[in-house]
């Protein structure tokens, strides 16, 4: 029980040690690519905010290498200091203690899937609503369903912007001088041309003291300047598993394509299995190839194997759309492809 406690604790606080250590990388990577964006309405301030607030998420997309650097360096401080040779000259077999490393691994794990299901969404998208606040001198608002736009004494809310820079799905609300709701209006989609936006597909309701008259429109021009940048749906990955669930149902019943956001819920999803995974493919290197090297050749081949789950975690997934895969199957595509190289590298090590 002792040894139990003593790996334990060994691999937790080397992964607690790896978390300080990438929560300062990313605080700093995050601050320089905002210092483009400072200026007149974005200030250092609010910047050292969104990228604080920011944080927590980013270290859960890449929690799985923190694991996989955690378990290679704890374990292989037990293995460079040969405590790992007596306990298994002691009778301590390999397996279990690969169990008692995924027992601690496994309790981070749930703590951090937790957070990064919870509380980092939340921040997240509060952060990211504060900066679209700042930047656009408080012309735009950022919510689930999309960007709420003010032009004068017209509201608008667009839920989608196409790589073209065309408009989908738009809601705009016409106040008078006393803010009295005169029209509420929904088009189907809106395309820049020239100085305007031509509304196409629109249903106009007009409010009157005792009724409200409905007029169909194929186009329309309206006057909507705003600075484009700061025109965005919800980033998906900012989201929690329930918001995420929420929106893909409603681009679903407005006949918009989901895989992509499908496969984001599933990613989301099987997180915890691949941080678990990227654990298990760890465990082996320390009992094999990497028992006897030094600790600066165990961090390189840490770093490159969770460089490569990274890369293909972010690329197999999409790929596979492109042929038609079910999000789940292309979510699961990375973590199954680690695990068989895991139990490799188990079966090798016998």
């Known amino acids: 029980m002792k040894l139990f406690f003593y790996i334990n604790r060994t691999v937790a606080n080397t992964i607690i040690l790896l978390i300080v250590v990438f929560l300062g ?32 998420i980013s270290l859960y997309q890449l929690f799985p290498t923190v694991i996989l650097l955690g378990i290679l360096i704890g374990l292989g401080t037990l293995a460079s200091h040969n ?84 408009l989908i799905g738009i809601t705009r609300y016409e106040f008078n001088d006393h803010y009295e709701l005169l029209s509420a209006s929904k088009a189907q989609s809106a395309q820049l041309v020239g100085d305007n936006w031509v509304f196409s597909n629109v249903v106009v309701s007009h409010l009157n003291a005792i009724s409200v008259d409905l007029e169909k429109l194929p186009q329309v021009v309206w006057p909507l300047h705003f600075n484009f940048r700061v025109l965005s749906a919800p980033n998906p990955l900012n989201m929690t598993l329930v918001q995420l669930d929420e929106q893909i149902n409603y681009e679903k019943r407005n006949g918009l394509n989901t895989q ?91």
């Open 83 to 166: 405590e790992l040779t007596v306990m298994r000259a002691a009778g301590v077999a390999s397996a279990r203690i690969a169990i008692w490393v995924l027992s601690a691994s496994f309790l981070l794990i749930l703590i951090m899937s937790f957070i990064g299901e919870d509380w980092a969404p939340k921040l997240a998208t509060y952060a990211e609503n504060q900066r679209l606040i700042a930047q656009s001198g408080g012309q735009a608002v950022q919510t689930q369903r999309g960007v709420w736009l003010r032009d004068g004494s017209n509201f608008y809310t667009i839920h989608e912007v196409t790589a073209d820079k065309k």
């Open 260 to 350: 992509s956001e499908e496969l984001v819920f599933w990613l989301r999803v099987f997180q915890p299995l691949s941080t678990l995974v990227m654990a298990l493919v760890a465990i082996p290197f320390i009992f094999g190839p990497l028992r006897n090297v030094g600790m600066g050749l165990r961090l390189l081949s840490g770093i490159m194997v969770g460089l490569v789950f990274f890369i293909a975690n972010k690329f197999l997934g999409p790929f596979s759309l492109v042929y038609q895969v079910p999000p789940l199957i292309a979510a699961l595509i990375t973590p199954v492809l680690f695990f068989c190289f895991a139990l490799f590298l188990f079966w090798r090590k016998k």
């Open 25 to 56: 990388i990313l605080a700093i990577v995050n601050f320089l690519g905002e210092m483009s964006d400072l200026g007149k309405n974005y200030a250092f301030v609010q910047a050292i905010q969104y990228v604080l607030f920011y944080l927590p």
